[in-house]
């Protein structure tokens, strides 16, 4: 092995590995692999960069476009009603004809596409026809890449392996060369699907069947009945005045504020500036369990003490000052309390600069050079704070200074726990007090004895004086969520969650929203869109807590309440993909037909010879921009980019694998190994590693990988190559066994209520199928040919 292959081999290895770990998104992994080839010299400028002009890359993004010019032209809305026309209301006949539809849309359409399309399809149709969507989504998300198996165009990996060996000096597979076997392939699935779809998938998705989708339904699905209940603003409330806001409702105890009601009328979805006042009812949705334990806290006897200040000094207690270094790594960024004691052992109390002092809230200020932090600790926090390189100075602070200056005597107060208190025999971790407001822990006083670093697993005791630092506002409100009635007698009527403007909506996200891994907060779906998040729907089971920290995942549903004509807006919004479409204009088909003539076009000009199929699509996807099926703007949206940066990056890798030599001491290791077992033992060895690195390896660099490997067995076993590409192929786009291994799968995963389990029971049976079929016909289809005939 030369210095050249073990340096190919080691970018190969560290990109596995990080398309394993997800560590790094998988476009961002295929430019690294560009980078990484070009800067040791494996491959030159003009090859480093020849992945971006390659025919397979220039047809993928121009069949984005097409595919999305499809969509936009109505097909779906003609293929429901065609299949209710022909398939009537019977689950076996509706099951083969979505099955079908997929996997005709797919062969010349993008497959996460055409599942994104008639997944809204399918349900509408199983609310029609009163069919578990759990029944049938799956095998029309599995029909959707059966049907890339059957043209050139349908899936990356088949474009893929006709422009490697064409770029190797072969003849490169026509149009519907793949359909002499994927066309078989399909129908075994689809017969694979009809004969044990019932046995095997579940009959109705978790918690309710979810064939409807009206409002109530939509309700019960999401268990909004569980987590909302009323709350009355008592007489004489210290919440008297302040907005919904400063209640901080929200952020402590996390409850959403849905309805005020007052004189019998509802304000649905109130801004955060509306004023609470006496008698009004507030429509909540939380957790009961928070609020009664606001309820044990606001109990509590709370107070100032002048010995407060004088209790934090002492023999083993002192407070100082830091002043932050001018190069210290800290400046640029904030801070917590918790996590400044964590690192330092101290509690951090307030930050000065200049002559402003922040008392509470440090997370929210970015610190600079000089700032100077007031700590409370023990000799062991002002040791580690000394021996820190992100603090230059550092000093006791007199007492004076820390009543006049600082105002400790009015931010420092004094938590009696009396002797019935539901707190007692508790952790304080378990009662929540660094989760109330901007409360901090300082220490315990427990038989006159201060502890200023007590173990938050120690238990609560009669009689203990717990000292916290907060501000006079956040007590008062503490104090007023005693106040907060719990209605126990009446039952909210969630049916005012609809009215004549306001409606119930569920939507997901869609395969291409570049809004995974972020938050709901980092959305902002109330000031962005309008709308208000209530619950989001995972892997089958139903959030509506501390929704605003999720991060958001592919296959995420979310329950959304808002005016009717945002809900419309939403509609057309590429990131989301909506199960519930309020009503709206009718969708205008009138481009149905110049859009498939269009597609028309594109084949006719690929089986003729006429056009390369890179330029008949590029020429197909200007056209659908030129008529008006879809505008140059969304032609930019429907792209996949990260599909296209990760082929363009990965297709050097297969040009260094080649030229180095790496692709004939791997295929020379293969065939030694199988040396007695002849051409169909190499090439079915080949076909199995393709199959099982899908489970972890994009499709796409899959192919590019194996590809040079393949070509150069085919050529020392002197077969021609087709055969072995045409299994690798195939064996790329087997991706069924895992709701990860492909975007489409995960796509019908919680519109069916689907479990990991679930894809295994029917995934596996038809991976194994697809090997068959493919065992018996490529013999016969594909026979091997003798390099050079």
Known sequence: MTLQIASVYLILLVSLALFISERIRVDLVGLLVLGALAVTGLVNAEEAFSGFSNPAVITVWAMFIISHGLSNAGIAGRIARQILRFAGHREAPLLIFLTLAAAGLSAFMNNIGVAALL???????????????????????????????????????????????????????????????????????????????????????????????????????????????????????????????????????????????????????????????????????????RLKRLHDWSELIVSREPVVVHDLISSEVVLFEVRLADKSPLIGSSIYATEFRERYRGNLLAIRRDSKIQNSKFSSLDLQSGDRLLVQGGRETLDRLEASKDFDECFEVPEDV???????????????????????????????????????????????????????????????????????????????????????????????????????????????????????????????????????????????????SMQLKLGDAFLLLGPRDKLILLQDEPDFLVLTPVAREPVKDDKAPLALMILAGVVVSVLTGWLPIAVAAVVGAAMMVLTGCLSMEEAYRSIEWRAIFLIAGMLPLGIALESSGGAAFMATSVMTLLKDAGPWAVIFAFYGVTALATLFVPTAALVVLMAPIVLTASVEMGIAPHTGMMAVAVAASASFASPVSHPANLLVMGPGGYRFADYLKLGLPLTALVWLVAALLLPVIWPLQPLGD
Not at 260 to 283: C, D, E, M, Y
Not at 495 to 513: A, D, I, N, Q, T
Request: hydrophobic share 40%; with cysteine; proline share 6%.
């Open 402 to 548: 820390l009543v006049h200056d600082y105002d400790l005597g009015e931010k420092i107060f004094v938590i009696r726990i009396p002797s019935g208190s539901d707190l007692v025999g508790h952790t304080l971790a378990e009662s929540g007090i660094g989760h109330l407001f901007d409360f901090h822990l300082l220490g315990i006083v427990r038989a006159n004895h201060l502890d200023v670093r007590p173990d938050h697993e120690a238990k609560i005791l009669p009689e203990d004086r717990l000292l916290v630092q907060g501000t006079s506002h956040d007590v008062d409100v503490l104090r007023g969520f005693q106040e907060l009635e719990l209605d126990d007698e009446n039952v909210p009527d969630l049916g005012m969650l609809e009215s004549e403007k306001m409606e119930l909506m569920e939507v997901m996200l869609s395969p291409r929203s570049s809004l995974a891994g972020e938050s709901i907060a980092d959305i902002q779906f109330d000031e962005k869109y309008g709308l208000e998040v209530l619950a989001v729907w995972r892997e089958g089971k139903a959030y509506r807590s501390d929704l605003s």
């Open 119 to 289: 997944l809204p399809v399918t349900i509408d149709i199983c609310r029609t026809t009163g069919v578990s969507p759990s029944r049938l989504l799956m095998p029309m998300a599995f029909g959707s890449l059966l049907g890339g198996l059957t043209t050139m165009v349908g899936t990356p990996p088949n474009l893929l392996v006709s422009i490697a060996l064409q770029q190797g000096g072969y003849e490169p597979f026509e149009l519907f060369d793949f359909a002499a076997l994927g066309v078989p392939i399909l129908l075994a699935g689809t017969g694979l699907f009809l004969l044990t779809s019932k046995y095997l998938l579940p009959t109705k998705s978790p918690a309710l069947e979810m064939q409807h989708r009206d409002p109530e339904d939509l309700r019960a699905r999401y268990g909004l009945n569980e987590r909302t209940f009323l709350l009355r603003i008592a007489e004489r409330s210290r919440l008297f005045g302040r907005s919904i806001a400063e209640s901080q409702l929200a952020t402590v105890a996390g409850l959403k504020v849905v309805a005020v009601i007052q004189g019998g009328r509802a304000k649905l979805l109130p801004s955060p500036q509306t004023r609470l006042r006496p008698g009004q009812q507030l429509l909540v949705q939380g957790r009961v369990d």
